[in-house]
């Protein structure tokens, strides 16, 4: 799987939208980007995934550059229950070997 | 929503006893995980399963650990004869494949403290 490079840390005030860089420069043509996320000890929280285009569901919109070599995780409306850490990871899509490698991530602390 | 359930969700153990730890899996999911996370640090992969059989496993997934899926819908972390070192949270995972879905869910996890 792909490395990726993530700030360790961010603040973002309550309400106001949160973006979460992630560099990928070493994706392959078949890697998607997934990101997660860990509020305290609870397990790993699913939050989206893409390819090469956008992707927005009811938690985040996934930014993608064009040529797939970083990526943008938005929380469009931040509030205190979103300060967790945040994962973003590449892997493969499919396959008996796909599994999730979690580097450090990005503690984002939403501020009131 | 379905959900990854683990069991139990603390146990407390002395060195050297066995632990087995307990995960449903989402229903019609075919590829169940194991990770660990020790306290402040990564999570870590620890095995892969499919189609009855581990598909791929890590350093740490040594000969005192097993992993078995006994029916349908149970599927089992042992760790033989425990030490200070494996205290830690462990995360049971499971996904389907391109029809069902290929995203990795996780369960909220089972915290293992070895005394």
């Known amino acids: 799987d792909a490395k990726t490079t993530q700030p360790t840390s961010m603040d973002c005030a309550e309400g106001r939208a949160a973006n979460l860089p992630c560099n990928h420069s070493t994706i392959s043509g078949n890697e998607y980007v997934y990101w997660y996320r860990q509020i305290h000890s609870q397990g790993p929280q699913y939050i989206i995934h893409g390819l090469k285009n956008n992707e927005t569901n009811e938690m985040a919109s996934l930014i993608i550059t064009e040529d797939r070599k970083s990526s943008t995780l938005i929380l469009p409306h931040a509030t205190l229950r979103d300060t967790a850490v945040y994962y973003c990871i590449v892997t493969i899509s499919s396959g008996s070997a796909r599994q999730l490698t979690f580097g450090s991530g990005t503690q984002l602390t939403v501020l009131p | ?115």
């Open chain 2, 1 to 115: 929503e379905p959900e990854v359930t683990q069991t139990p969700s603390h146990q407390v153990t002395q060195m050297g006893q066995e632990v087995i730890l307990r995960c449903v899996p989402i229903s019609n999911h075919l590829y169940f995980y194991w990770y660990r996370q020790i306290l402040g640090q990564k999570v870590e992969f620890l095995v892969s399963f499919y189609n009855n059989e581990i598909s791929e496993k890590s350093e740490i997934f040594d000969d005192q650990f097993s992993v078995e899926r006994p029916d349908g819908s149970n599927f089992t972390l042992k760790i033989r004869s425990t030490k200070l070192e494996d205290s830690a949270m462990y995360f049971c995972a499971s996904r389907g494949d391109r029809v069902r879905g290929n995203t990795i869910y996780f369960g909220e996890g089972s915290w293992l403290t070895v005394v």
